[in-house]
């Protein structure tokens, strides 16, 4: 497929993630699956121009993805997709499975506090280029 890079503009959102991130099972999940343990939050990411946009859907559709199952039927199954970050971090995209999540954000997690680690604030650009 290439080499696939998509470029984001770092965002807060709601925070909704980090408890969510917090949890053992989660924590579990991921340490399992992606071979790290992330960091109990996730770096929000904007797609700006329609190029990503098409490129995220391409991933998606085209790319199995690393799937995170719950334990529990009230929390939805999520799918991962390995990714450098800014040509530093190993990490993944997490896509959770719910319903009208939105096609132009993504959310990053890295065993590491992205922001912190790459020194980015809201409104900077970062680019990830997904592993095949």
């Known amino acids: 497929m290439g080499q696939r890079k998509l470029t984001g503009v770092v965002f807060s959102d709601l925070g909704q993630a980090s408890s969510f991130m917090a949890l053992d099972w989660v924590q579990k999940a991921l340490r ?9 939050a996730t770096l929000n990411l904007r797609l700006q121009s329609e190029r990503d946009i098409a490129m995220w859907q391409e991933v998606q559709r085209e790319t199995p993805g690393i799937g995170i199952d719950s334990p529990d039927p009230s929390f939805c199954q999520a799918r991962c997709f390995l990714v450098e970050i800014a040509g530093k971090v190993r990490g993944a995209v997490l896509v959770p499975g719910v319903e009208g999540y939105p096609g132009d954000k993504i959310e990053v997690v890295a065993p590491v506090h992205l922001k912190d680690e790459l020194r980015v604030r809201d409104g900077e650009q970062i680019v990830l280029k997904f592993e095949d």
């Open 32 to 40: 399992e699956r992606l071979g790290f343990s992330p960091y109990p």
